[in-house]
């Protein structure tokens, strides 16, 4: 029997487990269903963290699962995308990088028992809501013959948003991270 306290971080899992089911709905063009993937990613990824705080309940391996399932249902998402066309090769890559960059930083300050510096702020939640709603409104495409083209010209217009936003974030991380690093 699963407990309510189990909850937050199983929704948490679900969301890795999606990225697999992801890659298979999108190869075999199941679009409906791949935009339903990413509403159920993104609902969970606010439903988790929402419950864990409610029942007070967060967890060590819930703060830490949290962002690295986010990343590899994004990270997935978008690499799709660009093996469409339907997304830029270099924002992608960006943005997996920074998501590199971040994740490496938080292993290591977490190492030197730092990872505080690197909690999720406000701004960093702002940025998954635009990934979010970035791979949605890309995802809509081929789902609207008649709307496609504009489809396409938001969802870029969105990617390069993102992309700023991401990268900027990451920027953020960055600094803050020297300087914790410098005080060793």
């Known amino acids: 029997m699963i407990r309510l306290d189990q909850i937050p971080n199983l929704l948490t ?5 999606a990225a697999p089911i992801w890659i298979l709905v999108f190869y075999y063009n199941f679009y409906l269903l791949c935009i339903l993937i990413i509403i159920y990613t993104a609902a969970t990824d606010f439903l988790d963290g929402w419950l864990a705080r409610k029942i007070d309940n967060t967890s060590i391996i819930g703060e830490s699962l949290d962002p690295i399932a986010d990343k590899i249902f994004l990270v997935t998402v978008l690499i799709s995308y ?9 924002l992608v890559s960006l943005i997996i990088i920074r998501e590199i960059i971040v994740s490496s930083l938080r292993e290591i300050l977490s190492k030197c028992n730092k990872s505080s510096i690197l909690k999720v702020t406000y701004l960093a939640k702002i940025k ?11 995802g ?3 789902l609207f013959n008649s709307l496609a083209i504009e489809l396409q010209f938001y969802g870029k217009i969105l990617l390069y948003i993102t992309t700023f936003i991401t990268i900027f974030t990451g920027y953020k991380y960055v600094m803050n991270s020297i300087i914790e690093i410098k005080k060793f």
């Open 140 to 142: 809509f495409i081929p």
């Open 128 to 138: 998954t809501c635009f990934q979010f709603f970035t791979i949605l409104t890309i």
């Open 82 to 90: 660009v093996s469409d066309n339907r997304a830029n090769f270099i």
């Open 13 to 17: 899992i679900s969301r890795i487990i």
